[in-house]
């Protein structure tokens, strides 16, 4: 009997794995506020980043602001290889992070061991 009760949670375990790593997971998508020539975008940090996906318009300059709500040292660092950025988020407090006028395209980041990640579409 232990057996097979090992083997059922053995298996919803492997079950659990899979969906976790490759399965279809919604992901939330949020939209800049132009004000004043510049575009405000803010990102809620918090088992991931909430927008996961951010639309940018093309040719204004940018700033982000990230806020982190979760205190995994994961979480700690967002990073944007594309631009050389490594900002360190401390716990419940805005960090922002501005970025010149980008050319359309798709720019990521992620987190400081590269476990959750984020995207920039701006067209």
Not at 18 to 32: A, D, V
Not at 52 to 81: M, W, Y
Request: aromatic residues 10%; positive net charge; charged residues 20%.
């Amino acid at each position: 009997m232990i057996k097979i009760f090992v083997l059922i949670i053995g298996l919803l375990l492997v079950g659990l794995i899979f969906w976790w790593f490759f399965g279809k997971h919604k992901i939330s998508t949020g939209e800049s506020k132009v004000l004043e020539n510049r575009q405000l975008a803010t990102v809620i940090v918090n088992g991931g980043y909430n927008p996961a996906v951010l639309k940018l318009k093309q040719g204004i300059p940018t700033r982000l602001v990230f806020n982190r709500k979760d205190a995994s040292s994961c979480l700690e660092h967002v990073v944007f290889s594309d631009f050389g950025i490594d900002k360190v988020l401390p716990l419940n407090k805005d960090v922002e992070i501005s970025l010149d006028a980008l050319k359309a395209g798709e720019y990521n980041y992620a987190c400081g061991m590269n476990m959750f990640h984020g995207k920039i579409i701006v067209k």
